[in-house]
């Protein structure tokens, strides 16, 4: 079996040697560099330029470099194509580790007292402990489930909200679209980690931070377009929103001049929330390898008609 890489060169180096080390049925070839394309059937990609669409007639199976998808833009891949998202415990550790710091920085005002230092102002505010502060995750998946096990060690309230209902020790579950407005009362920090679908552009919108107690904290570690960027300024502008922390938005990187770069009450940080680690992703690619050889379930394989 041919496997075609196209991405970070040194990490397709890296996964090319270790690939064929565990599987040496399989020819790992990076791109530019490979041979006949239109042999290729299995492709590992984080986005494929159309060209190399074009050329790759006979792909049957395109494993993402990341636990997202929406960066392939789906719709312009041949329709029978399977997709597989990267499910690895670098990506979960290392977002979970960022809405952990996360949610510590916006429960403790952090923007504000960073505001203050530059200011050169010394502002005391009153400080509350964890557990009166609610946090809810929209997302319940790999990464939500994760974030929110680590918030726990803190001490949070903790909710979570998913397309289908869930349960979960320590944490109010809450569902679909009737679940929304509920679970959205009482966040004082939302936290999103949603797949980005049709369902769930524009998530972060006026209505949604409407519909949370006022003063609340927004994080999105997921994708930028799930914010209305306008609607996050005049919220915070309104104070109906206190601060927002963003790892993500739309488009990467934002122009010069963004006022989400000077903004006093947002936090940027350029899309590292979640990192593929090469030397732990590699071995849930060769799981997945080794699958296809034995003609098993994928492990990650997206239901394209649901986006995720
Ligand atoms: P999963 O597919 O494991 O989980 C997705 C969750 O979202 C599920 O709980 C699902 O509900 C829920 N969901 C999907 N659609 C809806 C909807 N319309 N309404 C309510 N809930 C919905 O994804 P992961 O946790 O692995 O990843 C989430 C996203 O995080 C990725 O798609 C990617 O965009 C982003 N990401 C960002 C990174 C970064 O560095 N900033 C790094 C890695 C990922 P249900 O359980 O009912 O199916
Ligand atoms: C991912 C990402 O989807 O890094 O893995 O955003």
Redesign the pocket.
């Known amino acids: 079996m041919r496997v075609l890489y196209h991405g970070n060169a040194a990490r397709g180096r890296n996964w090319q040697e270790a690939v064929s080390r565990a599987l040496p049925q399989v020819r790992f070839e990076c791109w530019p560099g490979a041979g006949d394309l239109t042999e290729i059937r299995h492709v590992v990609a984080w986005t494929l330029p159309d060209e190399l669409i074009a050329a790759l007639p006979n792909i049957e199976v395109l494993f993402s470099v ?5 960066q392939l833009d789906i719709a312009r891949l041949p329709p029978g194509l399977r997709i597989v ?1 990267m ?1 690895e415990p670098g ?1 979960i550790g290392t ?1 979970a580790d960022y809405v952990v710091m996360g949610v510590l920085a916006l429960h403790r005002d952090l923007p504000f007292h960073i505001s203050e230092q530059r200011a050169g102002r010394w502002t005391w505010r009153n400080v509350s402990p964890a557990n009166e502060c609610r946090v809810g995750v ?7 489930r994760a974030a929110l096990a680590k918030l726990a060690l803190h001490g949070f309230r903790l909710s979570g ?4 209902q ?1 349960q979960a020790e320590g944490v109010e579950c809450f ?2 679209d009737e679940g929304l407005v509920p679970f959205l009362a009482q966040c004082d920090i939302l936290v999103c ?5 049709s ?2 552009r524009h998530i972060l919108n006026r209505t949604t931070f409407a519909a949370m107690p006022r003063g609340g904290r927004v994080i999105n ?3 930028g377009g799930h914010l209305v960027q306008e609607d996050l300024l005049a919220a915070l502008d309104r104070g109906q929103l206190a601060a927002a922390m963003l ?2 938005t739309d488009p990467e990187p934002l122009p010069a001049g963004h006022p989400f770069y000077s903004h006093p009450a947002i936090i940027l940080t350029p ?5 593929t680690r090469t030397d732990s992703a590699v071995h849930s690619l060769i799981d997945n390898l080794a699958r296809v050889l034995k003609d098993e379930p994928l492990v990650g394989e997206v239901d394209r008609s ?1 986006g ?1």
């Open positions: 990341g636990a997202g998808i929406d998202r499910i990506i977002m929209m997302g319940l998946g790999e990464l939500g909200w998913s397309r289908s869930h569902a679909g980690l949603l797949p980005l679908t369902e769930t570690a997921a994708r790892d993500v899309h590292v929330a979640g990192i649901r995720y």
